[in-house]
């Protein structure tokens, strides 16, 4: 009797925790939310989110499709790029090269197809990761 009592205050406790826990918030769909902002730079430096920037993050906001910019996204990218030391995932530049594409911004999608021939990935990554982001797209 005493160790089901104490199994089922043990279960409420949990349950109670994990309602108060939640989930942590989604970086991608935060940053997301300041890129379609105007003043999307200012924005995010002054946010703590900017720490939180790594290739996985930056792959989520391009494949997200919660911007509806490609130039935006661009713009996201480079400045990604240039605050980095860390390299982007092929995937990311895929799908940025894909979205630029099907707005018709054809010379910025070459930009980042040769940006993505100097990193000096193998071909067939490319291929790979060019047909993979487009099914998904």
Same mark, same amino acid.
């Given at each position: 009797m005493i160790g089901s009592t104490l199994f089922r205050s043990r279960c409420l406790l949990l349950r109670s925790l994990s309602v108060h826990i939640g989930k942590p918030p989604?970086?991608?769909a935060e940053i997301a939310g300041i890129l379609?902002?105007?003043n999307w730079r200012d924005a995010l430096v002054s946010s703590n989110l900017a720490a939180e920037i790594n290739p996985d993050v930056v792959l989520s906001v391009l494949r997200s499709k919660r911007v509806d910019d490609p130039a935006k996204l661009l713009? @996201? @990218?480079n400045w990604v790029d240039s605050q980095k030391v860390t390299e982007q995932k092929l995937d990311s530049f895929s799908f940025l090269a894909l979205g630029l594409c099907s707005f018709g911004s054809l010379g910025q999608a070459r930009s980042v197809l040769i940006r993505m021939i100097e990193r000096k990935w193998p071909v067939s990554?490319?291929?790979s990761s060019v047909a993979r982001c487009s099914r998904e797209s």
């Amino acid at each position: 009797m005493i160790g089901s009592t104490l199994f089922r205050s043990r279960c409420l406790l949990l349950r109670s925790l994990s309602v108060h826990i939640g989930k942590p918030p989604d970086a991608s769909a935060e940053i997301a939310g300041i890129l379609n902002k105007a003043n999307w730079r200012d924005a995010l430096v002054s946010s703590n989110l900017a720490a939180e920037i790594n290739p996985d993050v930056v792959l989520s906001v391009l494949r997200s499709k919660r911007v509806d910019d490609p130039a935006k996204l661009l713009s @996201f @990218f480079n400045w990604v790029d240039s605050q980095k030391v860390t390299e982007q995932k092929l995937d990311s530049f895929s799908f940025l090269a894909l979205g630029l594409c099907s707005f018709g911004s054809l010379g910025q999608a070459r930009s980042v197809l040769i940006r993505m021939i100097e990193r000096k990935w193998p071909v067939s990554e490319v291929l790979s990761s060019v047909a993979r982001c487009s099914r998904e797209s």
